[in-house]
């Protein structure tokens, strides 16, 4: 996978990715911590971090959530959240919003743990993504 930022002097960066089942999946770490299993998704907005690697990193976490859906037809409760930093392979990110969902059936779906899904092109890369 290559990453470009649009406007900025061509920058391009590499990151090594595995095509399982369908879904892009990186390595990234967040506040230096990791790697994680991390599935890019365009239609993920905001992020959605896994509830128990958000607790488990610390992450300030909403006292409530509101029901979202964390893959399949099934609703969990959806906690706002911020990834201080994150960076999957050379890219960083920081101030990251997020959700903390459970996401044990995207995991099971895939085989693997998934710490995370995110939205590529948008915040926060805002940069062009090819295969």
Known sequence: MVAQ?????????????EFIWGAIV???TVNGNGPFSMMLDTRAD???????????LGLKIA???ERGSSGGTDKSLAYETSL?????????AS?????????SKISSGLG????????????????VVTL
């Open 5 to 17: 930022t649009p406007g900025v002097e061509e920058t391009v960066i590499g990151i090594p990715f």
């Open 26 to 28: 990186v390595q990234a």
């Open 46 to 56: 905001p992020s959605i971090v896994e509830l128990g690697a958000a607790k488990s």
């Open 63 to 65: 006292a409530s959530g």
């Open 84 to 92: 201080p930093l994150m960076q999957p392979g050379r890219l960083t």
């Open 95 to 103: 101030n990251v919003d997020a959700l903390a969902m459970d996401l």
């Open 112 to 127: 693997r743990p998934v710490s995370a899904v995110r939205i590529v092109g948008g915040v926060p890369f805002k940069a």
